[in-house]
């Protein structure tokens, strides 16, 4: 059974900065694609950014150039920079390992913005 640990997150203050980390029980060198999905309440789990195994990224316009998606693979880790966050990014972030029809997800730590 895949596992996926993820951290940070938390209460941030509008215009500030967290990071979030997705450690998973298994080698990520091999995996075509990750990625980060949010969800808020009341509305679709989103795709915030997918990375594949090349290292192409994939952004939602929301959130382009305010976030940076990165993966270390020694660390088995994918990790999420979030800067300058805007009330409308408090949502309940998921990291996701292969895909988002067939892979496996992580917890899904909350972040909350204040204003």
């Known amino acids: 059974q895949v596992q996926l640990v993820e951290s940070g997150g938390g209460l941030v203050q509008a215009g500030g900065s967290a990071r979030l980390s997705c450690a998973a029980s298994i080698s990520i060198g091999s995996i075509t694609a990750m990625g980060w999905y949010r969800q808020a309440p009341g509305k679709q789990r989103e795709l915030v950014v997918s990375?594949?195994?090349?290292?192409?990224?994939n952004y939602a316009g929301s959130v382009k150039g305010r976030f940076t998606i990165s993966r270390d693979n020694a660390k088995n880790t994918v990790y999420l920079q979030m800067n300058n966050l805007k009330p409308e990014d408090p949502a309940v972030y998921y990291c996701n390992l292969g895909g988002p029809l067939t892979g496996y997800w992580g917890q899904g730590p909350q972040v909350t913005v204040s204003s």
């Open positions: 990375i594949t195994y090349g290292g192409y990224t």
